[in-house]
Each structure stands twice: as structure tokens, then as C-alpha cells.
T-cell receptor, first 114, second 114 residues
Framework: EPEVTQTPSHQVTQMGQEVILRCVPI?????FYWYRQILGQKVEFLVS????????KSEIFDDQFSVERPDGSNFTLKIRSTKLEDSAMYFC????????????FGEGSRLTVL | GNSVTQMEGPVTLSEEAFLTINCTYT??????LFWYVQYPGEGLQLLLK?????DKGSNKGFEATYRKETTSFHLEKGSVQVSDSAVYFC?????????????FGQGTILTVHP
């Protein structure tokens, strides 16, 4: 069964460093998302991406964050200068043209900022 | 924006017990409603969904009915198993062109003992 894959599964970085989290969505999907879950808190929407541009973003998704689809398969989330509060589990998700909103999530990338 | 109030946990049950996890939401328009499950060490998986009022979503013995009049989407299972131990998230979507933007509840940890 097709699945969303994310790398790395866990990354430890120093505060102020740049981090890139990678995702390979399901191949025929067109809509891509990043969510995050700070330990013990809710899963929160960060950004949605369609047709090579951001379609919606949350307040969390400030200038330190960016997303890119550099080729036909990868979807990346970049954090330019990490802060301690960026430590979280980051989930990538994708969906096709079904407008019911059913998202297919990856297993997540855990980011630890020291 | 949408908001979700989900029954707080943790919930601890014996195998074969009846499960109810309450979820109420506020939303503009007519969202689709979802229950996602997160098994230990894994990502988020769709458990079931309902896309319009009075629809019943069901999967793996779990059920939830879209109650527009009470803005609720309570999750039930008649007889839980140890393998159902996981975190359960209720999530309406934003509807319209933001259908992939989910608002998650805080999650309910379910532990089922033999």
C-alpha cells in the first residue's frame, strides 16, 4: 500500500542551526501538508502546499520556516535558525483530489533542538 | 477557526469493555469529521471519517456518528482489545478549499489491559 515516508526519523541539532526535514508523499497526490506535535500537546497545522506554492499557513509558520518541492517526489520543510521551542515531532501528510480531507500521514520526524 | 474538545484521558479499560471517547467541535460551515489513531512509535492513521450530518463512520469495530445538532462525533467500540491501546484524536477539517487543514483535539490515551 502506498505510504508517505519521512526522513530523518530523529534529528538532534544545536540552536541556531538550519534543519531540513524531508518527505516523500504518495506519488499521485497533489496536496501536501506539514503538521507538528510538541511533546504532550496537540497536533497543529503548519502549512499546506499545492501546485508548487503555499496555499495556507498558520501563525506558527513564520519567516523561519519554508517549504519546497524541489523535484517530482520530495517535499521539504526547512527551519532556517532553529529555536529550542521548535523541538517537536513533525508530520508530513498528503492527499489526492478527494475533497473529504482524508490525509495520509508519515511516521514523523522528531526534531530535538539543544 | 475550528476548535475541538476531546474527552481527557488517560482511559484505562479491561479487554472486552465498552469504549466511548467524547468529542465536540465548533466549526464554520460543514466540516468533514475524522478520528485518527496513533499507535506507539507510529504516525497518525485514519481510523474513520464522516463527511456529512448523520453519517456513521466505522472501521475495526469503532464507530462514530456525525451529529450536527450537538456538534459531536463521539467514538465508540463495543469490545476493546489490548491491540487498541493507542492515542486517539478527533479532528474536523476546515471545509471548503482548506479541506486538508485539520484541527486536532488534544488526544485521548487509551490503555487496554488483558
Amino acid at each position: 500500500e502506498p505510504e508517505v515516508t519521512q526522513t530523518p526519523s530523529h534529528q538532534v541539532t544545536q540552536m541556531g542551526q538550519e534543519v531540513i526535514l524531508r518527505c516523500v508523499p504518495i506519488s499521485n497526490h497533489l496536496y501536501f501538508y506539514w503538521y507538528r506535535q510538541i511533546l504532550g500537546q496537540k497536533v497543529e497545522f503548519l502549512v499546506s502546499f499545492y501546485n508548487n506554492e503555499i496555499s495556507e499557513k498558520s501563525e506558527i509558520f513564520d519567516d523561519q520556516f519554508s517549504v519546497e518541492r524541489p523535484d517530482g517526489s520530495n517535499f521539504t520543510l526547512k527551519i532556517r535558525s532553529t529555536k529550542l521551542e521548535d523541538s517537536a515531532m513533525y508530520f508530513c501528510a498528503s492527499t489526492g483530489q478527494d475533497d473529504t480531507g482524508e490525509l495520509f500521514f508519515g511516521e514523523g520526524s522528531r526534531l530535538t533542538v539543544l | 477557526g475550528n476548535s475541538v474538545t476531546q474527552m481527557e484521558g488517560p482511559v484505562t479499560l479491561s479487554e472486552e469493555a465498552f469504549l466511548t471517547i467524547n468529542c465536540t467541535y465548533t466549526a464554520t460551515g460543514y466540516p468533514s469529521l475524522f478520528w485518527y489513531v496513533q499507535y506507539p512509535g507510529e504516525g497518525l492513521q485514519l481510523l474513520l471519517k464522516a463527511t456529512k450530518a448523520d453519517d456513521k463512520g466505522s472501521n475495526k469495530g469503532f464507530e462514530a456518528t456525525y451529529r450536527k445538532e450537538t456538534t459531536s462525533f463521539h467514538l465508540e467500540k463495543g469490545s476493546v482489545q489490548v491491540s487498541d491501546s493507542a492515542v486517539y484524536f478527533c479532528a474536523p477539517n476546515a471545509g471548503g478549499t482548506s479541506y486538508g487543514k485539520l484541527t486536532f483535539g488534544q488526544g485521548t490515551i487509551l490503555t487496554v489491559h488483558p
